[in-house]
């Protein structure tokens, strides 16, 4: 049955609520996707999707069309200006927005075995850089990210907007502190699985592209402020740092600092499968 929200009624209050409100996000345990790759990609990896939102002024484009053929949820039609409101800041108005189901911040999401590099992403306060973190551990093979402690929410429509779909691809995880997940660390290396604990900090005592992120690993960084907690470095079996350059900057964004490491991490399993070393020397 196609429903029809015209007005600012009670449903559409609870949809806008979904923008802004973090305790209504996890309280109903759904949160707003817009977007085509997003969409796209929350059909394509199996997300419950729970509502299709359609703009009911838009001329359906092809891709908005198969969409609501193929995904079965319930479809509601909704007023084009009310269609805006619940776009945001877009340039244009959506066509088609989702409504997604959280699955549960279960750390054996994450696959873990000989070839793990899972990232901790240490109180982040920017839901972007989540996102932006999320989408590049996404390009470089990451296992998934972990969000620890009092920090930004992955599902933030900012969040998922900057993951440009790597969030329904990657499994994220949110977990209140360190001890859950190094008790599952702990977990992992009791069933064989050798994990070391890297942390990524401006004081590290060697260069990342000197540490073997061949073997499996837990990367750690740090908030865009504080850095790594405490209790973090104390965690790490190694701190490593980004050689940079003298330059009037002090130091690199997080999401980017852990993309500069991803990569260095996908470099060197790049040149292990080319029977290199994990500096990219032969033998």
């Known amino acids: ?110 696959p873990a075995g000989p070839g793990m590099l899972a990232v ?25 990210v972990i969000v620890t402690g009092h920090a930004a929410d992955v599902y933030d429509p900012k969040a998922v907007r900057a993951s440009t779909g790597s969030l329904f691809s990657v499994p994220a995880v949110r977990a209140a502190s360190h001890r859950p997940v190094l008790d599952w660390v702990a977990g992992l290396r009791d069933q064989g699985v050798p994990v070391q604990v890297v942390g990524a900090d401006e004081k590290g005592g060697v260069d990342a592209a000197e540490c073997d992120f061949t073997r499996p690993t837990l990367l750690l960084v740090g908030s865009e402020k504080a850095g790594l907690s405490a209790a973090w ?22 999401a980017i600092a852990a993309s500069v490491v991803l990569y260095e991490s996908l470099r060197q399993k790049t040149a292990l499968r080319h029977g290199l070393g994990p500096r990219g020397s032969a033998g």
């Open 233 to 254: 470095q104390e965690a790490s079996d190694h701190l490593v740092r980004i050689p940079m350059a003298a330059t009037a900057a002090s130091s690199l964004n997080a």
């Open 120 to 144: 901790v992403f240490d109180r982040p306060a920017t839901p972007g850089n989540i996102g932006t973190l999320i989408r590049s551990a996404d390009v470089f093979g990451a296992s998934g």
């Open 1 to 110: 049955m196609v429903m029809r929200v015209t007005s600012r009624n009670a449903r559409f209050q609870q949809w806008e609520a979904l923008l802004g409100n973090r305790s209504k996000r996890q309280r109903s345990g759904e949160f707003l996707v817009h977007g085509v790759r997003p969409i796209t990609m929350a059909v394509r990896f199996g997300w419950e999707v729970r509502e299709l939102l359609v703009n009911a002024d838009a001329d359906l484009s092809a891709w908005a069309r198969e969409t609501l053929e193929s995904v079965r949820a319930q479809r509601v039609v909704v007023a084009g200006e009310l269609m805006a409101e619940l776009g945001g800041k877009t340039a244009t108005v959506p066509e088609l927005l989702a409504i997604a189901g959280m699955p549960a911040d279960d750390l054996a999401r994450i």
